[in-house]
């Protein structure tokens, strides 16, 4: 499988930026040597839809609802997505755990994800208090458990992005080889929860702080299968060196 370069552009860009931005980011992928996918926020989904139409790029979105219809005001489900196109989407990113999503929340809208036949991209990661106390591994086995307990099948894809939540628009990424033992552990917790069978089904993504200059420490390593970009994903500049790293090959 192809490593994935994915773009998550937050709620920083309007309706016309997105798809401008978008417009670009098809150009810049072509001949890239890895996949590629972007999560413009839920208004601008339609109008970057239209304008990746015949590229190569992939379109996600950064968040959904659990159930499948109803009197839920505000919220976006499933069927929604995947009509328009959606292919991934972004579950239980850590600034949506700070409003409160919870790992049950986080475990419902995994297994949504799936049933609509898109695929998920979980998102785990410590904060850095509890890295501080030595609790990477308790917490990220915790949330990839939790997202995970309502997933029943082991041969659908599968995006878990460890992002420590410390190194997320901070400018202060993970070391490379922190990130690599954290993402070893991920692995090891999918054999553990769907056997050996779903490994060639999942990607393991780094993110924080990722841009031109510390794309290639990342995306060079076995053990990362792409990165998850925010703040350097909405910089065509930076978009353009990252998808021609040498890296990725
Ligand atoms: P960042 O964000 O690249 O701006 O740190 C990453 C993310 O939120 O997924």
Redesign the pocket.
Known sequence: MRKLFMA?WKMTLTDDEAASLASEFAEAAVGAKCDVAVAPTFTALHAVKEVLHGSSVDLAAQDVFWEEKGAFTGEVSPAMLAELGVRLVIVG?SERRTLGETDEIVSKKTAAVRAAGMVPVICVGETAEERAAGRRDEVVRRQVEAALAAAPSADEPVVVAY?PRW???TGMPCDPGDAAAAHRLVRALISEHHGEDAQPHLRVLY????DAASLASYVALREVDGV?????SAKIEQVKAMLASAAWS
């Open positions: 998550n990113h992002e190194a997320i628009g993110g924080g702080s990722v998850l970009v925010g703040g350097a």
